[in-house]
């Protein structure tokens, strides 16, 4: 599966069942770019119909894993103006039918949106730390979300 927005790395999970019910390797390091190892990870859940973003990290990669369940419309803009991609969108929706791992670098304009009729969880797993060390530090996000001018918008 392709991005048509250079740097994003998307990864189709497998799930491996048995009786007990699933797994699913979520992230390896002989699978990783170095730059995107993980630092620290964390579940969000997100109640149907709700979107998280638009938002970007100057610094920043995120390293999404949608699994379900439920199913999410991830939405992604180039926003970086030295990428030969600037400006190019793309949108896949990802979860419970489609499970996939997705690398949004820094500059790339991410949101979500639970589109599956029931609240969901997702994984991250991002390569710095939420308000740097000891979260003393101020927050890598540039929020667009209530900009109504914003040209980051979700199709309702």
Not at 94 to 123: L, M
């Amino acid at each position: 599966m392709n991005c048509e927005i250079d740097g994003v790395i998307i990864r189709e999970l497998k799930r491996f069942h048995d009786s007990r019910g699933w797994l699913a390797e979520l992230f390896r390091h002989d699978e990783l770019p170095n730059e995107y190892f993980p630092v620290m990870s964390y579940l969000s859940m997100t109640r149907a119909g709700v979107t998280r973003g638009p938002h970007e990290h100057a610094d920043q990669a995120d390293y999404f894993c949608f699994i379900g369940p439920s199913t999410f419309r991830l939405y992604l803009w180039d926003n970086r103006r030295t990428s030969a991609t600037f400006g190019r969108t793309c949108h896949f929706d990802f979860g419970e039918d489609n499970p996939a791992a997705v690398i949004v670098p820094e500059g790339v304009v991410h949101a979500y949106k639970n589109i599956g009729g029931r609240d969901g969880i997702v994984f991250n797993a991002p390569n710095r730390l939420y308000a740097g060390q000891g979260k003393k530090e101020p927050v890598d996000e540039i929020r667009h979300e209530s900009d109504p001018n914003s040209p980051f918008k979700i199709a309702e």
